[in-house]
C-alpha cells in the first residue's frame, strides 16, 4: 500500500510522503482499513517547523525496519497539528491525561473506532534516559492487542468516555471586575522573575497576551508595577538571543530563564502578538528619560518585526506563512550560531572583536559546539550607531549565504488574521502605509480564498485552500484583524466581513446548554471523541476569547440592531472564564485584556471631518492624536459624517465647519471636541 501524503496541502505531511511508512491522512477510509484488518491505529501528530518532530522522523519513521512492523501490525496516520487543531486537542488531552504532560511529535495508539489507549510525545529509536524505545513500544502494543485485545479496547472506551465528561465541564459564571483585574495583577507580581522579566522558569515562553493585558491595566489604572513588568519584560526579550538581532523577528521560546537561547523556529503568531504588543509600547507617552529608551528599543523592535514578517513570511499570494523551521540540515539553530573567528572572517579583526563584545558572543559559547547567540544587551554608544548598522547589515548578508531553515508556507486563517490586525495597528501608529497595505492585502486573500460557502476553511498553501473546516480561533482571530483594518482604514468592507464571520460564529460554535460557552468546532463539523473546547490562552489566544474581543469592538462598531447582541455575547463569554481568569491569569491573558478593554467601556473615538482639502489636515491630526493616545482595547475611526457603512460615524457632525472627535465610554459621550489638546485631555 502506497504513502498517501504527496497530494497534501500540508508542509507538514509532505514532509513524510516519501518515509517507508504507508501513511495515511486523517480520513474515515483509514479507519475503515483498520477495522477490516482489526489492527490498532498508529497515530503520529506534529508541525512543519518542530525540531523533536524531525528527530523521531529520521531515527524511527525513515527506518526501513520500523516502518515494516508498523505497515504489517497498524494503520499509521500523520496530522498536521496546525492544519488540524481540533484533531490535536482531543488527543492532546488523551495525552496529558496518561502522561501528565504532552507536547509535540504526539504519539498517539488508538482503536480503529479512534479511542485512545496509549498515548506518549517522542520516542527514541532504542531505550534511552529512562524513555522506552519506539521499537520496544511498537512490539508491546502489537502483543497487547493479540494477547489482551478486548481488554484493550475495554480500557480505551473507559478512557473515551471519561475524557468527553471532562470535556463537557463547565466552570459556574464570574464576573471579571474591576477588582478581579486588579487581583490578577497581584498573582502575576507574584510569579513574575524580577530579574530576566516574564513568568516562571525555563522553558519560557513570550507571554504577549499577558502583556498586553498590563499594559491595558496601566493605561486605565496607572498602576506602576504592571507597567514595569511589561517594559521590564520586552527589554529582556528584545536584548537576548530569542529575539533575532539581525534579522529581526522572535523564535518561538526560550530554553533558559534569561530568553538566551531559543527553540529557534519562528512562528507566525508569535510574531504578530508581539509586534502588538511592542507597537502598543512605543506608542505610550514617554515621560522620562528610562521610559523613552524602553519607548525607542519598543518602536525598533516592532518595526523590525514587521520587516521581518514581511521579508520572510509574506507569500506569493499576500498571505503570511506559518513559520521558518527550528532545523537547517537537520541541525537545531545551524543558520544562527556565531563564533568569535566567524564574526572576524566577516567584519576583520577590529569590528570582529568589537561585535563579539557588543553581542555577547564568548570563546566557550553559549549555544552548542562553541558557537553562540546574538544578544545586544546594551545598546552600543551612540557615536558607534553607524558602525553597528554596518556590522549588523554586513552579518546579515553573510548569513545569508548559510544553509537556511525550511519555510511552511501554508497560509493559516487564525494566523493570518492576527497579522492582519497587527501589521494594520502597528502601520497606523507608527505611520506605515505599506504595513496597512500588506494587512490589507492579506485580509482580500484569506476572504477570497479560505471562505467557501460562507464558512471558513483552516488554511491554504500556493493558493490552493484546504479541506478543513476552519475552527472557533479562525472566526474569532479572522474578524478581530478585519475588524482592526476597519478601524485604520474607514473601508465599510472590512466591517461587513467581521460581522458576517461573527454571526457564523455565535450560530455555529456557541454551547447551547451553558450561556457564554463555545466550543473548537462548528456544531455540524466532524464528530470526533468528543467536541473539543480549550478555553485557556496559551500560544495564541483561546478561540473563545479571540471571539470574545473580536464581539467587544463589534458591539460598538456595528449598527444598534446588531451591536446589542455581540455586546451581551461578549460579556457571557467573559463571565464564562472568570474563575479561570482570576486562579491562572498567565493562562488567561487575552481574557484580561478583553475585560480591561470592557472596563473602559470599551472607549470608542470618532473623528469626522472631510477626508481632502480644507479640514483635511485637522481630521488627521485629530486622528493621529487619537491614535497615539487612546488605550490599548479602544476604537477609533475616522471618516466623512455619516459615511455609508460606517455606523461609529452617523449622526456624528463637524463642529462650526471643523473636523470634530466624539469620544465615549460605553453608553456616555463627551462633548465633541475640535483641537488635539481637547482631545488629549479627553483621552486621560
Request: with cysteine; hydrophobic share 45%; charged share 20%.
Amino acid at each position: 500500500m502506497p504513502n498517501r501524503l504527496a497530494n497534501s496541502t500540508s508542509p507538514y505531511l509532505l514532509q513524510h510522503a516519501d518515509n517507508p511508512i504507508n501513511w495515511w491522512p486523517w480520513c474515515p477510509e483509514a479507519f475503515a482499513e483498520a477495522r477490516e484488518r482489526n489492527v490498532p491505529v498508529l497515530l503520529s501528530v506534529g508541525y512543519a517547523a518542530c525540531h523533536w518532530c524531525h528527530v523521531m522522523a529520521h531515527e524511527s519513521f525513515e527506518d526501513a525496519e520500523t516502518a515494516a512492523h508498523v505497515n504489517t501490525e497498524f494503520v499509521a496516520i500523520k496530522v498536521d497539528r496546525e492544519e488540524r487543531p481540533d484533531i490535536d486537542a482531543v488527543y492532546m488531552a488523551a495525552t496529558q491525561a496518561m502522561t501528565g504532560s504532552g507536547g509535540w511529535p504526539m504519539t498517539c495508539f488508538l482503536t480503529p473506532a479512534g479511542e485512545p489507549f496509549q498515548c506518549g510525545t517522542y520516542y527514541p529509536p532504542a531505550p534511552r534516559q529512562g524513555m522506552p524505545g519506539f521499537r520496544q513500544l511498537l512490539s508491546a502494543v502489537t502483543r497487547a492487542w493479540h494477547e489482551d485485545g478486548e481488554r484493550v479496547r475495554g480500557a480505551a472506551g473507559q478512557i473515551a468516555a471519561r475524557l468527553a465528561e471532562s470535556a463537557a465541564t463547565s466552570l459556574p459564571p464570574t464576573v471579571v471586575d474591576p477588582d478581579a483585574l486588579e487581583a490578577a495583577v497581584a498573582t502575576l507580581v507574584s510569579e513574575f522573575d524580577p530579574t530576566h522579566g516574564g513568568f516562571g522558569d525555563a522553558p519560557k515562553f513570550p507571554p504577549s497576551m499577558t502583556l498586553e493585558f498590563l499594559l491595558r491595566h496601566h493605561e486605565r489604572t496607572g498602576s506602576a508595577r504592571a507597567v514595569e513588568m511589561v517594559t521590564l519584560t520586552c527589554e529582556r526579550m528584545a536584548r537576548g538571543g530569542m529575539y533575532d538581532q539581525l534579522g529581526g523577528g522572535f523564535a518561538r521560546y526560550s530554553v533558559d530563564a534569561a530568553w538566551v537561547v531559543p527553540h529557534f523556529e519562528k512562528m507566525l503568531y508569535d510574531n504578530a502578538l508581539l509586534l502588538r504588543v511592542y507597537t502598543h509600547l512605543a506608542r505610550r507617552p514617554a515621560p522620562g528619560a528610562s521610559a523613552e529608551r524602553a519607548t525607542a528599543l519598543a518602536r525598533r523592535v516592532a518595526e523590525e518585526t514587521a520587516t521581518f514578517l514581511l521579508r520572510d513570511l509574506h507569500t506569493e499570494e499576500g498571505g503570511f506563512a506559518a513559520a521558518l523551521d527550528a532545523d537547517t540540515d537537520g541541525v537545531e539553530g545551524l543558520t544562527y550560531g556565531w563564533t568569535p573567528e566567524q564574526l572576524r572572517d566577516v567584519l576583520g579583526d577590529l569590528d570582529g572583536e568589537w561585535a563579539a563584545e557588543l553581542l555577547n558572543v564568548t570563546p566557550g559559547g553559549t549555544f552548542e559546539h562553541g558557537s553562540s547567540t546574538l544578544q545586544l544587551l546594551t545598546d552600543p554608544d551612540p557615536a558607534d550607531l553607524p558602525r553597528w548598522q554596518r556590522a549588523r547589515a554586513d552579518l546579515l548578508a553573510a548569513r545569508s549565504t548559510r544553509p537556511q531553515p525550511a519555510r511552511d508556507d501554508k497560509v493559516v486563517t487564525a494566523w493570518n488574521g492576527m497579522v492582519i490586525a497587527a501589521l494594520a495597528e502597528a502601520g497606523a501608529a507608527l505611520d506605515r502605509p505599506d504595513w496597512v497595505d500588506a494587512a490589507a492585502g492579506a485580509a482580500t486573500l484569506v476572504l477570497g480564498l479560505h471562505r467557501v460557502d460562507g464558512r471558513l476553511r483552516r488554511s491554504s498553501r500556493g493558493g490552493v485552500v484546504g479541506t478543513a473546516a476552519g475552527v472557533l480561533e479562525d472566526y474569532g482571530c479572522l474578524a478581530d484583524g478585519l475588524l482592526t483594518l476597519h478601524q485604520v482604514t474607514g473601508a465599510a468592507q472590512w466591517l461587513d466581513a467581521a460581522l458576517e464571520l461573527l454571526d457564523v460564529a455565535l450560530e455555529h460554535f456557541a454551547d447551547p446548554e451553558q450561556p457564554g460557552g463555545y466550543f473548537d468546532t462548528a456544531d455540524d463539523a466532524e464528530e470526533l471523541l468528543h467536541r473539543p473546547r480549550d478555553l485557556t490562552d496559551g500560544a495564541t489566544p483561546s478561540g473563545a476569547s479571540a471571539l470574545a474581543g473580536a464581539l467587544l469592538t463589534a458591539s460598538v462598531l456595528a449598527e444598534p440592531g446588531r451591536a446589542g447582541r455581540y455586546g451581551e455575547a461578549s460579556e457571557a463569554a467573559v463571565a464564562a472564564v472568570g474563575v479561570l481568569a482570576g486562579k491562572h491569569p498567565r493562562f488567561a491573558g487575552n481574557w484580561l485584556s478583553v475585560a480591561e478593554a470592557a472596563a473602559r467601556g470599551p472607549l470608542q473615538v470618532a473623528v469626522v471631518g472631510a477626508a481632502a482639502g480644507e479640514g483635511s489636515e485637522q481630521r488627521e491630526s485629530l486622528l493621529g492624536c487619537a491614535r497615539r493616545l487612546a488605550p490599548g482595547g479602544s476604537v477609533v475611526v475616522a471618516g466623512e459624517p455619516d459615511a455609508p457603512g460606517v455606523p461609529l460615524l452617523a449622526d456624528r457632525p463637524v463642529v462650526d465647519g471643523a473636523a470634530a472627535a466624539y469620544v465615549c465610554r460605553g453608553f456616555v459621550c463627551d462633548r465633541p471636541v475640535t483641537t488635539e489638546d481637547e482631545l488629549a485631555s479627553a483621552l486621560r
